[in-house]
């Protein structure tokens, strides 16, 4: 199964992943590809990206693992990995107020400018914060299986943040449960792998 978590940068995906990987199920059955990581060599350019980020969610995938997948989920290339992928997916959008997305944009520019990180990690962080707004509008119209607001992170976000791994914890049941069959979107008609 794939957990796609989408959202507008600063929404809080990092955050919920992290909580999933250190407080989700035991034994841990996730493994993380987060776009993120990709675009840390300025070498690479957007096709190079993508084609690594793609290859290591099929070689999971492939492995039997349940992959978490960050990015903002307005990526037109997302279509062609759930096709060339064929496993079930399970999205859960991630978000906060645009406000807060800024905010919290702006907090890691000024801790990357502070730890020295390259150049090219500085400008990642500038030009979200600039589109943060058409971001935010582009995934907040993704049809999720379950969305989470992060506009508060306080006391009350661990109950939300245990709630979400709940109904993820059972979808991952589900899907396994049901191995020789894809599920399609989250209507939960059964669809026969070729």
Request: hydrophobic share 35%; with cysteine; proline share 4%.
């Amino acid at each position: 199964m794939i957990l796609n978590l989408v959202g507008p940068p600063g929404g809080g995906k990092t955050t919920f992943r992290m909580f999933l990987e250190r407080y989700g199920s035991s034994p841990p059955i996730w493994s993380s590809v987060d776009i993120a990581d990709f675009r840390v060599d300025p070498k690479l350019d957007e096709n190079d990206i993508w084609d690594k980020m793609t290859r290591k969610v099929k070689k999971l995938s492939k492995n039997g693992k349940h992959v978490i997948l960050e990015t903002s989920g307005t990526l037109w290339r997302l279509a062609e990995l759930w096709q060339e992928v064929n496993e079930n997916l399970y999205t859960v959008l991630v978000t906060a107020s645009i406000p807060i997305c800024k905010t919290r944009l702006s907090k890691r520019l000024e801790n990357a400018r502070k730890t020295n990180k390259a150049k090219y990690i500085i400008q990642q962080h500038k030009l979200a914060y600039r589109y943060i707004d058409e971001e935010k509008k582009l995934s907040d119209r993704i049809t999720p299986n379950l969305c989470i607001d992060t506009t508060n992170l306080d006391a009350k976000m661990l109950t939300v943040f245990l709630t979400a791994e709940r109904h993820i914890k059972q979808a991952v049941e589900f899907f396994d449960r049901y191995n020789g069959a894809r599920v399609i979107g989250y209507n939960n008609l059964l669809e026969t792998k070729k």
